[in-house]
Antibody
Framework: QVQLVESGGGVVQPGRSLRLSCAAS????????MHWVRQAPGKGLDWVTV????????YYADSVKGRFTISRDNSKNTLYLQMNSLRAEDTAVYYC????????????????WGQGTLVTVSS | SYVLTQPPSVSVAPGKTARITCGGN??????VHWNQQKPGQAPVLVVC???DRPSGIPERFSGSNSGNTATLTISRVEAGDEADYYC???????????FGTGTKVTVL
């Protein structure tokens, strides 16, 4: 069965960096676009970024553009999110999510989500 | 940027029908997806592409989309349907996914 397992969260000071990972299994990882979505405590879902199945196309929310970088290693079935210049408002649970349709990453819904990893930005 | 507006809360008695709206400019021209999130859990996709149900989702969940409003309908509501529901679209003008503001469904 499909599994997405995030890791790398923790407490970090403002201005510092953190890298999240999402280990995927149970499907052909290299055929699907992948997303990061976050949720601040008590708030709604907030889309962060997407990467195409082959890593050639990437899009970012305005709030993270220039600070966050999404990448993937299809040989390791792993998705990454490099987060630099972190701010207090980046505090959230970060979920990775799989696109429903193979080779689709734009209009496609997200059919599987990980359980999330908590990132807390605080001095 | 594209905005999706949902009512903050909807209350419904068991066995009745809940309707959750998602308003957006000409949303009828987009594919709308609906996600259910229970407390402390990751979201679950319940309706995709306006009205399709993923495998394992009960037929009680249905969707429609036209004009400026998309609607998620939950028929014969059960206590287990109590959750937050979020609509979602891809905004091609900004190359962003957008989530709605979320609706908390309470079963009376």
């Amino acid at each position: 069965q499909v599994q997405l397992v995030e890791s790398g969260g923790g407490v970090v000071q403002p201005g510092r960096s953190l890298r999240l990972s999402c280990a995927a299994s149970g499907f052909t990882f290299s055929s699907y676009g992948m997303h990061w979505v976050r949720q601040a405590p008590g708030k709604g879902l907030d889309w962060v970024t997407v990467i195409s199945y082959d890593g050639t196309n990437k899009y970012y929310a305005d709030s993270v553009k220039g600070r966050f970088t999404i990448s993937r290693d299809n040989s390791k079935n792993t998705l990454y999110l490099q987060m630099n210049s972190l701010r207090a408002e980046d505090t959230a649970v970060y979920y990775c999510a799989k696109a429903l349709y193979s080779y689709g990453y734009q209009e496609s819904a997200f059919d599987y989500w990980g359980q999330g990893t908590l990132v807390t930005v605080s001095s | 940027s594209y905005v999706l507006t949902q009512p903050p809360s909807v209350s419904v008695a068991p066995g009745k029908t809940a309707r959750i709206t998602c308003g957006g400019n000409n949303i009828g021209s987009k594919s709308v997806h609906w996600n259910q999130q229970k407390p402390g859990q990751a979201p679950v996709l319940v309706v995709c592409d306006d009205s399709d149900r993923p495998s394992g989702i009960p037929e009680r969940f249905s969707g429609s989309n036209s004009g400026n409003t998309a609607t998620l309908t939950i028929s014969r509501v059960e206590a287990g349907d109590e959750a937050d529901y979020y609509c979602q679209v891809w905004d091609s003008s900004s190359d962003h996914h957008v989530f709605g503001t979320g609706t908390k469904v309470t079963v009376l």
